[in-house]
DNA sequence: ATGAAAGCGCTAACAT
DNA sequence: ATGTTAGCGCTTTCAT
């Protein structure tokens, strides 16, 4: 065989176009295109012909060709902070599967929390021209401008859980505050009277939310919530350690424990476990997101049910409701349900 | 200016293209594209102006045109069972870091265990022109021909965890075998003597071999394994609960239980303990996976640590050398190590 | 070191 | 209902 084109070389079966459909069947290159995406104006015996012969030789449209013509691309980017959560693993599960159903692709990205690899990872998403993107931002994202050169150029922008401000992007969230309210009013109605509230980076709405949502069920109940009583931390499994060491090390302990994630306050529940604590006599515990983990612990976590999957089957389904020009552009935050999961480790009174 | 569409008067910035670069500094495409592709024959004062100019108009290159010329994609397709497993959300964590560093894209999709989804899937990603494939199969699976078109053109294949055999396609497992063995071997030496085994779909490589090592190791103690220790269930946290229902029945019941997912162990330990059966005093217990779960459960789970993130990198570094043609094809698979990891669910002897 | 020109395979006016 | 034709933006011979 003589020497080739680099691209010849690595794939020997020629690919078949249209171009060989039309000259095999005898006709033009743009009924057999028409045929092939089911234009109404072919004849629909033309159009078995053609699907025959292109499944008989094995034709594949060639995607990129297209997308060069119709500068549409059919793929939507999503850019994570972490894929091996579970509870983005299960938003993305509900976006996959929408998305899958309309015929889109995901092109799925991590920023590994880093506002910098965001940043890479936007620029990509850019340049493979995606018709859409989903950003749930970083740990320690503070500007926006990486997503600039998508909306000047009206790319739909929308952020789902840890969302950002902008007139022109939709967001999909759960209602935080309202759940920050819920659990550390029902710590309150067990009777807990020192609670404190471990929570993330206050630059995310997810948990300066429920920090707003902790501070109004406390106030309400005419309690201050002092700065002593909430710790920001990176909720990681380390810090549930830490939390329960510095726990221990307060003179006047709290007697319960709000804790935005559920990885975490399992972990800090077992350190204070170790230290001869009991949960909930000593300190109640509530987490959030209801991780399988919490199922698992002893005594059962109460926790804050997030609704992943559906945060992402939505998430999709509005993007593509702009995308289709369905809907001009959701103004307002698509808020879903979340619901507070009483379990063993907060219940502190009687009807057990 | 002609009549346009109604949009293009505002906000619509128009895409910069080689040739509008070539105009303004009036050079050539070629030079261009060259420039921007860092072609060594490129003066480096030019390739500076170029790409200042091109950084200065937002320009960005047009992938599809240039994938329609070039034939590559950059991007690889990833089919897994499900996107929702810890396990499983670590692999494709580690894969795209990898991708990612080394200028792929990762096309994601899942086949929530279902064959005819999984053919489905494949032929996206054929019609996608994915570089390479990485697949971890459904339940189901019987064959792989929907994976014959990507073979015969010599689009490499790569299966990982849950593989099939194939002369021209490349593994990345763990020694499942060994584990089940390690597993097994472990609740004899801690004086169990039933044994019982709770398995998946043994189609599946991972199960089948997990078994095999099972019975590997009770042969060699002089046990017979009969079919009646060995359960083959679907592995789910439904599942888990049936066999604590099954094992209440069962006139002599096991001292010794290895089930080859944690999330499923974690549950039928669950039950049991509702059941009052005492872990690892009336049965000790063995998982798979070492999920987050498992160091959760009290007494917390003995279980086998499975590689995930690093599962995921190498399988993408293999297809990648395949692809550079680094290595012509990697015959055989690649076994990353697993370990037994011991917990107290499982300890019966003394030592502690 | 740079340029001219020919496609890659498809789609969509604009014919007929 | 079908055909003609002109690009989409890029890369890469082959020339200079």
């Known amino acids: ?69 119709t500068r549409k691309t059919n793929t939507l980017g999503v850019i994570v902070p972490r894929l091996n959560s579970n509870f983005m693993s299960t938003v993305l ?25 965001e940043q890479a990872n936007a620029k990509t998403m850019f340049n493979s021209r995606v018709d859409g993107l989903l950003v749930s931002v970083a740990y320690d994202t503070e500007s926006i401008d990486h997503f600039a050169a998508f909306i000047s150029r009206n790319i739909p922008v929308l952020f789902f ?17 309202q759940a920050g309210y819920d659990a550390a009013r ?43 009583s909430i710790l920001s931390t ?46 909930p006599g000593d300190i109640a515990i509530v987490g959030f997101n209801n991780d399988p983990v919490s199922q698992v612990i002893t005594p059962q976590l109460t926790t804050i049910f997030y609704p992943g999957y559906q945060m992402g089957k939505t998430a999709i389904m509005a993007i593509l409701a702009q995308l289709n020009g369905t809907k001009p552009l959701i103004q307002d935050p698509i808020i879903l349900r979340s619901a507070l999961i009483i379990r063993r480790s907060s219940k502190r009174l009687g009807d057990s």
């Open 161 to 177: 859980d840890r969302v950002m401000e902008h007139p022109q992007c939709g967001s999909v969230v759960i209602d935080n505050e």
């Open 1 to 69: 065989m003589p020497a080739t084109s680099p691209y010849t070389e690595r794939n020997m079966e020629k690919e078949i176009t249209i171009y060989d459909l039309a000259k095999i069947l005898a006709l033009s290159p743009a009924t057999v295109s028409r045929a092939l995406n089911d234009h109404p104006a072919i004849n629909v015996k033309t159009k078995a012909l053609i699907a025959e012969k292109a499944a008989e030789l094995g034709y594949r449209s060639n995607t990129f060709a297209s997308h060069l013509r």
């Open 186 to 228: 029902h710590l309150l109605d067990e009777g807990c009277r020192r609670i404190m509230h471990v929570t993330g980076d206050l630059r995310r709405n997810v948990y300066a939310d429920r920090m707003d949502g902790f501070k109004r069920a406390l106030s309400e109940a005419g309690i201050e919530a002092d700065s002593a």
């Open 93 to 117: 599960a509900g976006m996959e599967e929408v998305a899958n159903n309309f015929g889109y692709n995901l092109l799925i990205s991590q920023s590994l929390e880093s506002e910098s690899k």
């Open 234 to 279: 990176d909720l990681s499994q380390d810090a549930g350690k830490s939390i329960a060491d510095h726990i221990d090390q307060m003179p006047a302990k709290p007697d319960g424990l709000f804790i935005a994630n559920d990885l975490c306050a399992v972990t800090c529940m077992q350190a204070l476990q170790e230290k001869s604590y009991t949960i």
